[in-house]
């Protein structure tokens, strides 16, 4: 404590309080933390990450969707609506039960009896037929230029032609194409309001929700839905709370180990010296993400590691422990070099002639200064574990039974293909924007505490 | 002089059996044999299948087997995953697709990392230099998956669905582009179409750290003394940052090269598994999924004697530069 509190008013860390980027990246990370926080409080909850809020991968805000999307979500509605009523009339018992499935989250369908229900549904399915003859007054549209189209390769393949002739007809077709098309714009807009007209009929038995429910199913929906319907959004704010859990733990682990095995092995020298750099070399002979992969596979056989339905925080174990048995490595190799200078420093001297014990002055006087550079591991540990956290779950050896970015962009990156981004570029988004401000501050500790640090 | 050598090398054969002993271990925690099984089979299956699999002997004896494998580096066991193919066959068939990525993306990095970090510690504090560093940091931020992804998309699908011209990438996959025996020779062409995008994202993965990395080299070597005289007798700055500071600015360089020098060879384990490309890397995170012990094992000594054959080489290479390295 006394060395933290010493570090807290050294000169170094004036400079570092002073530079304005790494305080305003301390800001983002703080930010950060408040939303890790209500995923630990239970604001945020994993079922949250799993229940349906929107029809199969939705867009986000800021992307409108066309005329023929609108009608499927709007189709989509409808369907899932009529099934469950049409099961409902057969066996009116599970009506209840049938009606709470269709519950979006807070969007739930309204309390009605079933042949109220049954009118409901019915008058929304009559407006749709609107929104077909639209779609059919499309595809006829559609269907014509195609016809244009074809005529005019037709016509460029047709020999011995006239080419006064040719140009003339060319111009003809053209024309009339441009004409067909421009019928398109005026058709898709009626369409559209069709589509409305069915929505604000379907919102007659499934109301979308006011108030603090209201704003909840906002955020819930604003970033869209996955290939399941899911809700992107939470999954990405969950996500945030488990790289801090994995960051947090991880970092502050390694440290831990990595300043002991180091700081002994710098000062006492000799066999403990050896026996740590023994363990040094083995574990980086061995490729980091060769060395995490069995490792994870180690723990996760258990059946109490391997269970994240149950136990979705010791599903967490398995990474936890890879990465820490992993990660020490580094901070050991600096605290020990950095130990080896302290040790023949004038205080140190001091205390031994004093006749302080051996141990005593390494956790009184030696680890205490090597507080800086714990504090600058701890930060760039954070960067590393949520990193590799992201790989290992992209390869599927990493958290498994909750969503993490790594499993968001492995679940979503077959999405890429049919141009929907949504889910890739949230979890990628967040994830830069807290590696970016962790870089940043450990760019600002190491100029502060270790300036002439070669990184 | 040979001396140091041996002495080297004696420290580090108890690091290799350390290594080959601790995945050992590791995998013995759990028991894979199940996982080769049917729904339904007896216990005289598991029985067969695990004498089979070699997994019956005490483990000394396992042990034992596994480390006169790696000592000869001569891996006849059949992989568990790839029935009928030998381990030794596995690995050397994924060094070529392997290294077709890896070296040219090293050599690039490097060079354009050097160049890069000359011209920011030739500015240095001024806005070429700060902007540049700003660019690292913002390209370390960015996640190895997201440059793969969309470089991906954007480079390789989107021109070959959209039916343009140029559409020179090819989404997944890998042709050999050396070949050997009868028509030996180079094809240049399908190293472009399969391995060049790969390089090209390789590069600008590790930019950020190599460019950083470098200019701080440049910039603790503009420091020292030798610079100072440079100057007193009157040489330009271009020619003292190109001539003087660059060879001397070289022992770091070829350092951090050497470092990585030994991952060349296990390739871009991310590379390799989006793009399909049959190197190492793929090799060893498909064996660790599907647990084909064999090949894990196999993989994970010659990467650690690679890895310390770079090690000594490297104190080596020191000894000879600095003599007094070789007495301590």
């Known amino acids: 404590m006394r060395a933290i509190r010493r570090l807290l008013a050294s000169r170094s860390w004036r400079k570092f309080t002073s530079n304005r980027l790494a305080m305003a990246s301390l800001g983002v990370i703080g930010l950060y933390l408040l939303v890790a926080l209500l995923g630990f409080l239970g604001v945020i909850h994993r079922e949250d990450t799993q229940v349906r809020v929107l029809p199969d991968q939705t867009p986000g805000f800021l992307e409108r969707e066309g005329f023929t999307d609108r009608a499927t979500d709007a189709r989509w509605y409808l369907q899932r609506t009529r099934q469950r009523v049409d099961r409902a009339l057969d066996d009116p018992e599970a009506y209840g039960r049938l009606m709470s499935e269709l519950a979006l989250a807070e969007r739930t369908v309204i309390d009605v009896p079933l042949e109220e229900m049954a009118r409901l549904l019915e008058a929304a399915e009559a407006r749709m037929v609107e929104v077909d003859a639209a779609l059919d007054v499309r595809d006829e549209v559609l269907d014509e230029q195609l016809e244009i189209d074809l005529a005019l390769q037709r016509l460029e393949r047709r020999r011995g032609m006239d080419p006064d002739e040719r140009v003339a007809r060319r111009a003809e077709l053209l024309d009339e194409r441009a004409t067909v098309s421009a019928r398109l714009p005026a058709a898709d807009e009626a369409g559209i309001a069709a589509v409305e007209r069915v929505k604000e009929a379907i919102a007659e038995f499934q109301p979308m929700p006011s108030g603090l429910d209201g704003l909840w199913y906002g955020v819930r929906t604003f970033l869209g839905s996955d290939a399941q319907g899911r809700s992107i959004s939470m999954k990405a704010l969950f996500s945030v709370r488990i790289a801090f859990q994995v960051g947090f733990v991880v970092a502050v682990i390694s440290v831990i180990i990595g300043t002991l095995l180091g700081a002994s092995a710098g000062f006492f020298g000799g066999w403990v010296d050896y026996l740590v750099m023994y363990l040094v070399s083995v574990l980086s002979s061995i490729p980091t993400l060769v060395l995490l992969g069995v490792l994870v596979y180690m723990f996760f056989g258990h059946p109490l590691f391997d269970n994240p339905a149950e136990h979705p925080g010791l599903a967490l174990v398995p990474v936890y422990c890879a990465m820490c048995l992993t990660f020490w490595v580094s901070t050991c190799r600096v605290i020990r070099g950095e130990v080896l200078k302290i040790k023949s420093l004038e205080y140190v001297q001091a205390a031994t002639s004093i006749g302080f014990g051996r141990l005593y002055i390494l956790f009184k006087h030696v680890v205490p200064n090597t507080a800086h550079l714990m504090f600058i591991n701890l930060s760039l540990l954070f960067i590393g574990a949520i990193k590799s956290e992201v790989i290992l779950s992209f390869l599927g050896l990493g958290v498994k039974g909750q969503p993490s970015w790594g499993v968001m962009i492995s679940q979503a990156k077959d999405d890429i293909s049919v141009y929907f981004f949504w889910e890739v570029v949230t979890a990628s988004a967040l994830m830069f924007g807290l590696v970016l401000a962790f870089n940043v501050v450990s760019d600002a500790l190491q100029d502060a505490f270790d300036p002439k640090h070669v990184s | ?328």
Not at chain 2, 149 to 159: E, L, N
């Open chain 2, 1 to 328: 002089m040979w001396a140091f050598i041996l002495r080297r090398i004696l420290t580090n054969v108890p690091v290799y059996f350390g290594a080959l002993l601790l995945v050992f271990l590791a995998l013995r925690v759990q028991d894979p044999v199940y996982q080769y099984l049917g729904q339904d089979a007896g216990p005289e299956q598991y029985e067969q299948l695990k004498r089979d699999m070699g997994l019956d002997a005490p483990l000394p004896l396992q042990f034992a087997r596994y480390v006169g494998e790696a000592v000869t580096l001569n891996f006849q066991g059949d992989s568990w995953n790839q029935k009928g193919t030998s381990v030794g066959e596995i690995l050397k068939r994924s060094v070529v697709p392997s290294l077709s990525i890896t070296i040219p993306a090293l050599f690039l990095s490097t060079l354009i990392g050097v160049f890069i970090a000359l011209l920011a510690a030739y500015f240095r504090g001024r806005a070429p230099d700060s902007l540049l560093m700003i660019a690292a940091v913002l390209g370390m931020s960015i996640s190895f998956l997201v440059y793969i992804i969309f470089g991906q998309f954007f480079f390789a699908a989107v021109p070959r669905e959209a039916g343009w011209d140029v559409a020179p990438f090819a989404v997944q996959g890998y042709e050999p582009w050396i070949a050997l025996g009868a028509d030996a020779g180079l094809r240049p062409g399908r190293w472009v179409e399969y391995c060049m995008l790969p390089v090209m994202i390789s590069v600008i993965v590790s930019m950020g750290y190599d460019t950083r990395f470098y200019r701080a080299v440049m910039v603790e070597e503009t420091g020292r003394d030798y610079i100072t005289t440079a100057v007193a007798k009157g040489a330009t700055k271009p020619k003292i940052m190109f001539v003087h500071m660059l060879k001397n600015a070289m022992i770091p360089v070829i350092t951090r090269v050497m470092s990585t020098l030994p991952f060349v060879v296990i390739g871009s384990i991310l590379l390799e598994m989006y793009f399909g490309i049959p190197g190492m890397g793929r090799e060893i995170i498909t064996a660790i999924i599907n647990k084909d012990f064999p090949l894990i094992q196999a993989f994970v000594a010659v990467f650690a004697l690679i890895f310390i054959a770079s090690v000594i080489l490297t104190d080596v290479l020191y000894a000879i530069v600095d003599p007094r390295v070789r007495l301590s």
